[in-house]
């Protein structure tokens, strides 16, 4: 079952990543290795998407924000890579973050405020 807590949390989560990628950009390190920022299934809300039922869900939803889900951990995983790797790279980090990471993640927020819509509205 979707439990529309679960979107809420990971709206509130993924909207925290911006702030921490323009830290790693300015202090040009990270907490994480750029590859487990990549992968979308380690993260609380990668592991509850996971673990759903998906016979008991609307797989229009679900997979639009799975798909979403993934995109946003690929873009900031690049981020990473840019502000942790060599040479001086500000502009394109700046340019990710502001450009594809921020459309990234509000087409997520989106898609997930649309998913928890259809919970409160189905019942």
Do not use: Y
């Amino acid at each position: 079952m979707v439990d529309p807590l679960e979107i809420n949390l990971a709206v509130t989560a993924h909207a925290a990543w911006k702030l921490r990628l323009k830290h790693a950009v300015e202090i040009k390190q990270f907490d994480m290795d750029a590859d487990s920022v990549a992968m979308d299934d380690l993260c609380k809300f990668g592991k509850w998407l996971n673990s759903l039922d998906l016979e008991e869900i609307d797989l229009d939803h679900f997979n639009r924000v799975k798909s979403l889900h993934a995109e946003f951990h690929a873009i900031a995983a690049e981020v990473v890579r840019l502000a942790t790797g060599p040479g001086d790279t500000e502009a394109e980090q700046h340019r990710l973050l502001d450009g594809a990471f921020s459309e990234c993640s509000a087409k997520l927020t989106d898609a997930m405020m649309v998913w928890k819509q259809s919970l409160t509205n189905a019942k």
